[in-house]
């Protein structure tokens, strides 16, 4: 995947840049532990809902893997000893964390949390955990005091929830990236 959109998505993450021969806008791109497929978030315009797309890194056989037309999915993150992916969606109401196996299927909520907004999902090493960066949530409020750090094993037991922030850009567990 060369050209000025590869290299500028390398310098930011966030910002939506196409792939080559997709037709949707990308964010947060992470290859797949086997590194045959990319999962990221696609948006049909920059600032539109997202939804967790599967390609091949060069942007052949690209499909929805979670794409649900009411809700916005996003923060994609393949584990790394499975195929299968961490991402967030408020297609039950709230931003909760999901995980979906990459063949397709149904999407587990671990998190089912109405009063929490989750994000920035990142797997342990051995990808038995994830954490997540979690705060109090009601609809158009953005301002709520009470940011937390919560680590879920994944059937969505809370091992560890402490005040504070996450960077999202930060690996979160010693000795990862």
């Known amino acids: 995947m060369g050209g000025a959109s590869s ?38 315009t920059a600032s539109g809902p997202g939804d967790v797309i599967l390609t091949r890194p060069d942007g052949s056989a690209s499909r929805p893997l979670a794409a649900d037309p009411t809700a916005n999915e996003e923060a994609a993150r393949p584990s790394p000893t499975r195929d299968e992916v961490a991402f967030i969606s408020n297609r039950d109401g709230s931003p909760d964390l999901f995980v979906m196996d990459l063949a397709g299927g149904t999407a587990r909520n671990l998190t089912r949390s109405p009063d929490r907004e989750e994000s920035a ?49 930060m690996p979160p567990w010693p000795g990862s990236d």
């Open 7 to 44: 290299r500028s998505a390398a310098a930011n993450p966030s910002t939506p840049t196409p792939i080559c021969g997709c037709s949707r806008r990308a964010t947060r791109r992470a290859p797949c532990r086997d590194g045959a497929w990319i999962v990221y978030t696609g948006r049909a």
């Open 121 to 169: 999902p990142r797997w342990s090493p051995n990808g038995d955990r994830i954490v997540i960066q979690v705060q109090p949530y009601a609809p158009g409020r953005h301002d709520l005091p009470g940011d937390r750090v919560v680590v879920v094993d994944r059937e969505g037991r809370s091992l560890l929830d402490t005040d504070g922030r996450m960077a999202d850009w």
